[in-house]
């Protein structure tokens, strides 16, 4: 087995001042070529945890490395073998977007012909063919998301890291920018991106770790995580319970492993195994309790997800 291209052990940040650790120990590897997800809520720490890996953040604890050199001792190394798209644009608005991408490259020491070939390549590529004098501050946020990328890849990294690359993005960009990670792949590139999309992590994704409060909670490849669920088979029903509560849970206990979260006058309810819809329906019934609404759970990585962090709210 080759060593894996990037190894995080046991690691932890503390920001000054913070109460709190915004990381918490997690550990993962990263093998070359892989496409690897970093799945959370707001707040789980993601980017915390890219800010190290990309040198940007100093870890308090526990150790990194990328390409076998460690962040906090070998910067330099890291940083040449890497390339970051932060979450928010970084881009020099006051530039076309053919110079964002030829002085980026500058400084990693390619030619000014390199630089411009390099540049007119990917803009071509990202949809942007024609656009390169453009200033960056007349760009759509697709357009410049999509710039932001291709800057990235100038000087052809072999790593790359992709922090929420498509929040907020509408349904076109995001396929079109899902075809180019795909593509990045195929050309062996290896790739750590965060989400909180679960269609995103599952589409793209080879392995995902699930992130909360600083901590890992899963690690696994899309088709493992889904087997994490009591059973990957269920229903999910939304009932007003009125009074009929403590004899609705043991109806429903009766017929299969359940998961109740309430909020107000409804409760919505996992009931994980193989009990029949028609069945499930009646036992509310006969409780007392009105049926909303019934769905079969399809064992989707948004399933995992509530399973494993909770409805609340970041
Ligand atoms: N520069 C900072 N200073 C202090 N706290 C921070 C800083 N950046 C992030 N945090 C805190 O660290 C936690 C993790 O944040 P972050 O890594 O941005 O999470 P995510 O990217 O998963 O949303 C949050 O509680 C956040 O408020
Ligand atoms: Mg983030």
Not at 117 to 145: H, K, P
Not at 155 to 181: K, S
Request: net charge negative; glycine share 10%.
């Amino acid at each position: 087995m080759p060593a894996p291209i990037v190894s995080v052990e046991d690691l932890r940040k503390r920001y000054p001042q913070a109460a709190d650790e915004a990381v918490k120990g997690i550990s993962f590897s990263i093998d070359e070529g892989e496409i690897f997800g970093l799945l959370g809520p707001n707040g789980a720490g993601k980017t915390t945890t890219i800010g190290v890996l990309t040198t940007r953040v100093r870890s308090t604890g526990g150790t990194a490395t990328v390409d076998g050199f460690d962040v906090r001792k070998d910067p330099t190394a890291v940083k040449q073998r890497i390339a970051v798209v932060p979450q928010r644009p970084n881009l020099d608005r006051s530039l076309s977007a053919i110079e964002n991408l030829t002085f980026h490259a500058a400084y990693f020491g390619f030619s000014r012909r390199e630089r411009r070939q390099r540049a007119e390549e990917l803009l071509d590529a990202f949809g942007l063919a024609g656009r390169g004098n453009e200033r960056v501050d007349r760009y759509s946020g697709g357009m410049a998301q999509r710039l932001m990328i291709a800057r990235a890849l100038m000087h052809r990294p072999r790593i790359l890291f992709l922090d929420e690359p498509t929040t907020g993005l509408d349904p076109q960009a995001r396929l079109f920018l899902w075809d180019q990670i795909e593509a990045l792949r195929e050309a062996g590139t290896t790739i750590l991106l965060t989400t909180h999309d679960m269609v995103e992590a599952e589409r793209l994704c080879d392995r995902i770790a699930i992130v909360d409060h600083g901590e890992r909670i899963a690690l696994d490849t899309p088709r493992g995580l889904r087997q994490l669920l009591p059973s990957d088979a269920g229903l999910e029903l939304m009932v007003e319970p009125g009074r009929a509560n403590g004899s609705l849970t043991a109806a429903l206990e009766a017929l299969g492993e359940v998961d109740t979260d309430a909020t107000g006058d409804r409760s919505r309810i996992r009931l994980y195994g193989n009990a029949r819809a028609g069945e499930v329906a009646a036992a509310v019934e006969q409780a007392g309790a009105k049926l909303i609404e019934l769905r079969v759970l399809e064992g989707t990585l948004e399933d995992v997800f509530v399973h494993l962090t909770g409805r609340d709210l970041r």
